[in-house]
């Protein structure tokens, strides 16, 4: 457990250090709201038109679907460094867990996900 505690007093102080930035820069920082400031922008234009009607359920489907596989990808890089110390145990379980994300993936292309 003495192992743990460096890492344990770096998680809190980062945590009070990043608490005390937020709260400082809450309290000190400048504070004049004009109507300049409050109008809704992007992309530094102006806008020509508020926003109306709905956005598609699939846009935000698909953003979840691309961060999921995007996220779980990441995980093929440090087992392709450690892979000759990892031997053939190391290899069936990249085989299963790219099976399952294979799985999902089919999954998510069944139902239409990745279909505008």
Do not use: Q
Request: contains cysteine.
């Amino acid at each position: 457990m003495s192992e743990y505690l460096g890492l344990v007093i770096f998680f809190v102080l980062t945590g009070a250090l990043t608490g005390t930035f937020i709260v400082l820069s809450s309290v000190l920082g400048p504070k004049k709201p004009s109507p300049v400031k409050s109008e809704a922008f992007e992309c530094g234009e102006v806008a020509f038109s508020l926003p109306s009607g709905h956005v598609s359920v699939k846009f935000y489907l698909t953003a979840i679907l691309f961060i999921l596989f995007d996220v779980e990808l990441v995980f093929l890089y440090p087992w392709a460094v450690a892979y000759r110390g990892l031997g053939v145990l190391g290899l069936v379980e990249m085989i299963i867990f790219l099976g399952i994300l294979m799985v999902g993936f089919f999954y998510a292309w069944d139902n239409g996900a990745l279909e505008w």
